[in-house]
């Protein structure tokens, strides 16, 4: 154990502050992109109907072919593995922000309208707010994906922990595996305590207590 | 494109299924009759889950070497959640007063299991069955990396040689597949359903 980390130490930290990197700046940018998307379909559930079940689709290529055709037409630059994680992870929070909103009874709605809100103010005061725990799981099934597909990135040789995993494999250094491996794990089971902990925190405050 | 390819992405899928079925059940099952072990098995298999894939297979090869036990095995934990979780809620859902009605005809605790409770949750565990193959259709690209072949391994040539149709093509065939044992086991489902709820 202490032998491992002499000897892959520094390649390990370097690794997890890559695959971390990737996972957290691509997960942020389509947090940002997935809600301003749901929202708009929210407002036209009729496109929904269509864009939805599309997208659905679209979510059955498998990451590695999404990696590889940019990497073709992209090259070996981290925006690369950027781009595709980012793609993958919007899909999830999208669906759940448009099925949160949607899910708002509409009393709420109709409440908000009486007390003189706003169509903006009814978004971000009682509907967003209300679909957030929704929201939350969407973005804890992606940030899971990301960690998972950001394995790849070493694929077309950008680092991450699957560079260990794959060096591990392709020299049959089983320790180098076991590194780069339980890393991935600790990191995706890591985020997802951490997310859940988020879905705690942004349940709205008159729905924490069962009796209300 | 050949069948064999093809094939060999198929044989790893439909027995890691199986196998799925076969352990994830009986674990359903015992989550659902001992409440002492129902919060260690659902989080166990929700962490399995959680494990990126390639890192799961990683792991399997530590100690079982490259090849395609290696891959089912890997499909196997990883397509657990689906089955565990909807054979335990299945068996949960379950109306009590249809289960005090067989324990009034004299049932047994495991005749009720298997003749009332388990048919009765059938339709759900189908629904996780399901969802378990669908979803190891497309993890199983990661075989190539551990020696397992298939599909993956024709994606993976073809992206280390640019050859943008044979990678085109072999995600083409991939999603097919995907996509119809999505909705043959969705029909089977609606035929299930009704079968049970017409009663």
């Not at chain 1, 032998?3 to 691509?26: D, I, N, P, Q, W």
């Not at chain 1, 992209?74 to 999830?92: D, K, R």
């Not at chain 2, 299924?17 to 009986?26: D, E, K, N, S």
């Not at chain 2, 072999?170 to 009704?194: G, H, N, P, R």
Request: charged share 10%; net charge positive.
């Amino acid at each position: 154990m202490i032998r491992f980390f002499e000897l892959y130490g520094k390649r390990l930290l370097t690794a997890v502050g890559v695959h971390f990197l990737y996972v957290v700046v691509s997960v942020t940018i389509a947090f940002v992109v997935a809600i301003l998307l749901g929202v708009l379909l929210s407002r036209v559930p009729r496109w929904a109907r269509v864009i939805l079940p599309l997208l659905s689709i679209f979510q059955t290529i498998p990451g590695i072919v999404f990696v590889g055709i940019l990497f073709l037409y992209n090259g070996m630059v981290p925006s690369t593995v950027i781009i595709a994680l980012t793609i993958y992870a919007i899909f999830p929070i999208l669906k759940n922000t448009y099925v949160g909103i949607l899910e708002v009874p509409d009393e709420y709605i109709e409440a908000a309208k009486g007390c003189g809100m706003s169509p903006i103010q009814t978004l971000l005061q009682v509907e967003l707010p209300l679909a957030m725990p929704v929201i939350i799981s969407g973005l804890r099934m992606s940030t899971v994906y990301t960690v998972s597909w950001a394995v790849l990135a070493a694929m077309i040789g950008l680092g991450g922990l699957g560079e260990l995993i794959y060096a591990g494999v392709s020299s049959n250094n089983n320790t180098l595996i076991l590194g780069g491996a339980i890393s991935a794990a600790l990191m995706a089971v890591g985020f997802s305590l951490l997310i859940d902990l988020l879905h705690k925190l942004v349940l709205p405050r008159s729905l924490r207590r069962d009796a209300l | 494109m050949t069948a064999d390819v093809i094939l060999t992405h198929l044989m790893m899928v439909l027995i890691s299924v199986i196998l799925t079925i076969i352990v994830g059940v009986p674990l359903g099952v015992c989550a659902y009759l001992f409440p002492a072990a129902r919060r260690v098995i659902l989080r166990v298999v929700e962490i399995l889950q959680t494990i990126p894939a390639l890192a799961l297979l990683g792991i399997i090869m530590v100690f079982l070497g490259a090849g395609k036990q290696t891959v089912i095995i890997g499909l196997l934990l990883y397509s657990l959640l689906p089955v565990v979780q909807n054979t335990y809620v299945g068996l949960s859902e379950i109306d009590p007063a249809i289960k005090e009605v067989a324990t009034g005809m004299g049932m047994t605790r495991l005749y009720r299991l298997i003749h009332v409770e388990l048919q009765i949750a059938f339709p759900l565990i189908f629904t996780g069955i399901r969802i378990a193959t669908v979803t190891a259709v497309g993890v199983a690209v990661f075989a190539t990396f551990v020696g397992g072949g298939g599909l993956g391994k024709l994606i993976y040539n073809g992206i280390r040689i640019s050859n943008m149709q044979m990678i085109l093509s072999s995600t083409a065939v991939l999603m097919v597949m995907a996509m119809l044992f999505d909705i043959v086991m969705a029909i089977i489902e609606k035929i299930l359903q009704k079968r049970f709820s017409g009663r």
